[in-house]
């Protein structure tokens, strides 16, 4: 009696759990928990309070991976409306912070409502888009265009440029996966190159200085170069081993600046070398092919653009990241999917895990 | 095409263009990946060596450790120049954001006087930019204790332990050692061309004058490094190796110290300068220009006070006159003359010429000292009394070109080569000096007249009294002619080996001896019998010498007398010396500025000398000056 009511409780925590998705979750939590410590240990240790996100993430992941897709759905529209509507509220009251208007203060706490549309945007494109999804014509894409356009600008204006590409690439893989025409994408890409010039001009001044010393970071060495010269620096030191785990003389004189968060990837880089480096991607590789194979063998249109987006988001995150950190793209506020400290992005990408472990397993349980 | 779409197959198809959506993200993955690990290739192993060099740049810093400059000590092994280690308080500008309220709030814990801050004021202008500069030098322990208690108010100040330069005896041969002051950027250029750049880091000061600055690399050392890790603030976490700077060479002089102390002394209020050489090395015993200063005052920038006083005192006591100063030599010309005359055959010693007391040229009377003429001279009376006729007919006789020919020889008109930097040419006259000096042509021409008084060293001659101590010193060492010099020999600091100035001739003048004799005999005659002989009664030594006065202000036709003339317009009073004349040890050229006659003002500085330098005796009081015979 007793044995078989553990034997369906075991089944009922891992029913619904995927396990390539866990394993290979579990092991970037862990090579991440280790960066985190060696960025960390020599001041403010910041590795147990990692360790809790984690914690935190994987409940959060385990739960929203009970919900099957179509409960799901539910969420999207209250969560797009009251992620906009704090969106206005945050470019009407929003407390500024570096120059930034990003965050709202509920007087004992302060939160970034931009956060909630990381996934509130794709649910919505996804529920809007099933919904349709008999009689998808053209200018669905562009109501769907325009759902995403909304935060978006509303996001880039703040200005967070780093959450407003998360949000916007989600939206828009949405979008690629149900179905957007190839020429629309192929038009929507000339028009992006035509217009970049104007585009150029609407840039704030940092936003500008960031891609000028990608193209020459000696330019301004003291400046918004500093961080792209000490995290080169960092990463071909490091060479083809490593200096070992704790021994990166970059990250512990403290040349490596925010070398627990956004930059955490030169820390790893430096201990680790090639070799890790070679590690950390195809782990990210196995990551998104597990994630693709689900988005690929998705039952419902929902299900398939979310896992889709979802999927392209993770590979979004960590291209972005490594590819700024490590000099080929401008610096924006990306973090390193489960390396860079901090909870709230933590408990973002673990529920967007969770989505692709529900869509995953309870497609399973509805064939059977 | 849509109405002959089956219903059935509709969604299959779509599947298909969906899944097709996938497979393109997917490859659209793995290429930018391949992208990404294709920069971490490029960055980790292609520039791999770069990267690790810009990663030890950032965090090794070289800290220099400033070697002890070398000692300097005279022949008997007093110290002349050393090194103290003292407190400093010193402020570094780049970390001051107001240095004026640093500087008040830092008096209000130490005193600070206007002298320091004007002082500092000057040093910020010439300093290089990230050094720390003193607002305050030789802290006592007391202020040292009062400032670490409020060091914390003060970021960018901080107390150093330095070494200092120290001169021990002051202002006493502070033209020969010369001092040491702070790096400028005159100072940095002579650095850098002479590849010592890297040396100098951290050393702040350089030897500005004398034997302090001609010997500057080898007093200096060499710097020893620190490699010292540091973070990204620049705060050091840790050392990881040291270098030991190597001390600087220590320097023994020919000078000797009590000699030169002596015959600064008997200068007494009186501008001028003395060289003493020994004839048979060149090595320099004495070099005295007075007035004196005291170079302390330079070593941490000179306070403006006491820059105005040195610098604008009618009397010019940074002048070093020994070598800078070009004075006629007068009187104490003839002995060179009469050289010269044997040796070019125009006389022989017993030739003699009668002394109406006036010689006539091109219907100018040149005037002997003594009315009425000395009667029948010869070459020994000539110089014993110092005939001015006679070598009024010998200079014309000779001719400009055969004298000035004879003189450049005996090194008049030319550098000697003396180890201190910045000596003075003087004036050998001759028509080719003439035609460099002057532009308008009329100028430039030479007239016979103008030889004449050159043959009494008036006229265009001026000599440095150190070319006029080297040509005695060449007579009195029968033609053996060295280089004047100051260091004798230098130690090793890691070795301890010495380096000797090796006394090598610089020339040998192919004089015949028994000419050469007759000169010393003449000279001899002069302390014994001549105008020499007052200054000289009672020597228990045979010396040689010639007084010479050196008219500073023509009065035409006019008779001098002294008395009337202002005393900056007085002549200047000389004396060329060298004793014991058999065997000379010492040689000498004394020169008084407006001393008036050599024989009343010079010569009895010239008996102090050696009756120290010979006999070890100290003067009992100051030179009296009384009536002698002119010269």
């Known amino acids: 009696m007793f044995q078989q009511f553990l034997q369906r409780l075991r089944l009922r925590l891992v029913e619904h759990l995927d396990g390539p998705l866990l394993l290979i979750m579990l092991a970037l939590m862990t090579v991440g928990l280790s960066t985190v410590y060696s960025a960390t240990y020599d001041a403010n240790n910041r590795a147990l309070a990692q360790a809790l996100n984690m914690a935190v993430g994987l409940c959060a992941m385990w739960a929203v991976a009970q919900f099957p897709p179509q409960k799901l759905m539910r969420f999207a529209v209250p969560l797009y409306v009251v992620g906009v509507v704090l969106l206005v509220l945050v470019f009407l009251f929003g407390v500024k912070v570096n120059g930034a208007r990003r965050w709202l203060s509920l007087g004992f706490i302060r939160i970034q409502p931009s956060e909630l549309l990381k996934l509130g945007v794709p649910l919505m494109l996804a529920w809007y888009f099933h919904k349709h999804e008999a009689v998808l014509k053209l200018r669905h894409y562009l109501v769907a265009g325009l759902l995403l356009l909304v935060p978006f600008a509303l996001i880039a204006k703040q200005p967070d440029l780093g959450t407003a590409i998360l949000v916007g690439a989600a939206g828009f893989y949405v979008l690629f996966f149900a179905g957007l025409p190839w020429q629309v994408i192929i038009g929507l890409a000339a028009t992006g190159a035509g217009a970049a010039p104007f585009v150029w001009t609407m840039l704030h001044d940092y936003q500008r200085k960031r891609i000028l010393t990608l193209i020459d970071p000696t330019s301004d060495p003291l400046g918004s170069g500093y961080h792209i010269i000490q995290s080169t620096i960092a990463i071909g030191s490091g060479g083809s081993f490593g200096k070992g785990w704790l021994a990166g003389t970059q990250t512990h004189l403290e040349f490596i600046p925010e070398r627990h968060t956004d930059f955490i990837f030169a820390v790893f880089s430096e201990e680790r ?33 979310m896992a889709g987006s979802i999927t392209l988001s993770l590979f979004t995150y960590a291209f972005v990241n490594m590819g700024m950190v490590s000099g080929i793209l401008p610096v924006v506020g990306v973090p390193l999917p489960f390396m860079s400290y901090g909870g709230t992005a933590l408990v973002t990408l673990s529920i967007g895990i969770g989505i692709l472990m529900s869509i995953q397993t309870h497609r399973m349980l509805v064939r059977q | 095409m849509r109405a002959r779409q089956s219903p059935l197959t509709a969604p299959d198809r779509e599947l298909d263009r969906f899944r097709f959506r996938v497979a393109f993200a997917g490859v659209a993955v793995l290429v930018a990946f391949a992208l990404l690990v294709a920069r971490f290739f490029h960055l980790q192993i292609v520039q791999h060596a770069y990267y690790t060099t810009r990663a030890e740049d950032n965090r090794i810093s070289l800290v220099p450790i400033v070697p002890n400059r070398g000692v300097i000590v005279d022949s008997k092994g007093v110290v002349l120049a050393r090194n103290y280690s003292a407190f400093t308080l010193e402020i570094t500008p780049s970390k001051v954001d107001d240095l004026d309220a640093t500087i008040d709030g830092l008096s209000r814990v130490i005193e600070v006087l206007p002298k320091d801050r004007k002082r500092f004021r000057r040093l910020l202008e010439e300093s290089k930019t990230f050094e720390s500069l003193p607002i305050r ?53 002579i650095i850098e061309e002479s590849d010592q750049a890297a040396n100098y880091k951290g050393t702040d000061h350089i030897g500005k004058t004398g034997i302090e600055q001609k010997y500057e690399f080898q007093l200096h050392g060499e710097t020893g490094y620190e490699q010292v890790e540091i973070d990204a603030g620049g705060r050091a976490i840790r050392n990881l190796s040291r270098t030991a700077p190597v001390q600087g060479n220590n320097l023994t002089l020919t000078l000797d110290t009590k000699l030169q102390e002596m015959a600064e002394k008997a200068f007494g209020e009186r501008r001028g300068a003395l060289v003493a050489i020994e004839p048979s090395t060149g090595g320099i015993l004495a070099l005295v220009s007075t007035p004196t200063f005291d170079p302390n005052l330079f070593i941490d920038g000179i306070r403006t006070d006491d820059w105005d006083l040195l610098n604008n005192s009618p009397d010019k006591p940074l002048l070093n006159r020994a070598l800078n100063g070009a004075y006629p030599p007068g009187s104490t010309f003839k002995p060179f003359m009469a050289l010269a005359a044997l040796e070019t055959g125009k006389r022989t010693p017993g030739q003699a010429i009668s002394d109406p007391g006036f010689f006539n040229f091109g219907g100018h009377q040149f005037r002997d000292d003594k009315k009425g003429g000395h009667g029948s001279v010869d070459m020994y009376k000539s110089i014993v009394h110092s005939c001015d006729t006679y070598y009024y007919m ?41 035609k460099r000096r002057f532009k308008r042509p009329e100028q430039q021409k030479w007239f ?6 050159i043959g009494i060293g008036q006229g265009y001659n001026a000599y440095t009294p150190i070319q006029l101590a080297q040509a005695t010193a060449v007579v009195a060492n029968n033609g053996i002619m060295f280089r004047p010099h100051l260091v004798k020999y230098i130690t090793d600091s ?61 009065l035409k036709g006019a008779d001098y007398k002294a008395s009337r003339v202002k005393k900056d317009l007085r002549d200047h009073a000389l004396f060329i010396a060298f004793a014991p004349a058999d065997q000379p040890k010492i040689a000498l050229a004394v020169l008084v500025e407006n001393g008036g006659f050599g024989a009343q003002s010079a010569a009895p500085i010239a008996r102090m000398v050696f009756d120290y330098y010979l006999l070890g005796k100290l003067p009992k009081g100051a030179a009296a000056e009384d009536d002698v015979e002119d010269d």
């Open chain 2, 494 to 554: 890691r070795t301890g080996e010495k380096t000797m100035i090796e006394p090598e001739p610089l020339r040998i003048l192919p004089w015949k001896r028994q000419h050469v004799e007759v000169i010393k005999k003449a000279m001899i005659g002069v302390n014994t019998q001549g105008t020499g002989a007052r200054a000289f009664a009672g020597a228990a030594y045979v010396s040689a010498g010639k007084t010479g006065t050196a008219q500073v202000f023509s």
């Open chain 2, 394 to 434: 010998l200079a014309n006789d000779m001719g400009i070109d055969s004298i000035a020919r004879f003189m450049r020889h005996l090194g008049f008109g030319q550098r000697t080569g003396v180890d201190i930097e910045g000596e003075s040419e003087g004036v050998l006259p001759s028509p080719e000096w003439k």
């Open chain 2, 448 to 453: 016979a007249g103008e030889t004449i008084s």
């Open chain 1, 273 to 305: 070398g090639l070799l890790g480096n070679s590690v950390l991607v195809l782990l990210y590789l196995l990551l998104i092919g597990r994630g693709l194979m689900i988005t690929a063998n998705a039952s419902t249109l929902f299900a398939r653009v």
């Open chain 2, 137 to 189: 030098s030789r802290l006592t322990e007391e202020e040292v204790a009062r400032f670490a208690a409020n060091r914390y108010l003060f970021p960018g100040v901080e107390v150093k332990a330095r070494l200092f330069r120290q001169y021990p005896l002051g202002p006493i041969a502070s033209h020969a050692i010369g001092y040491i002051s702070r790096i400028n950027k005159r100072d940095m250029e």
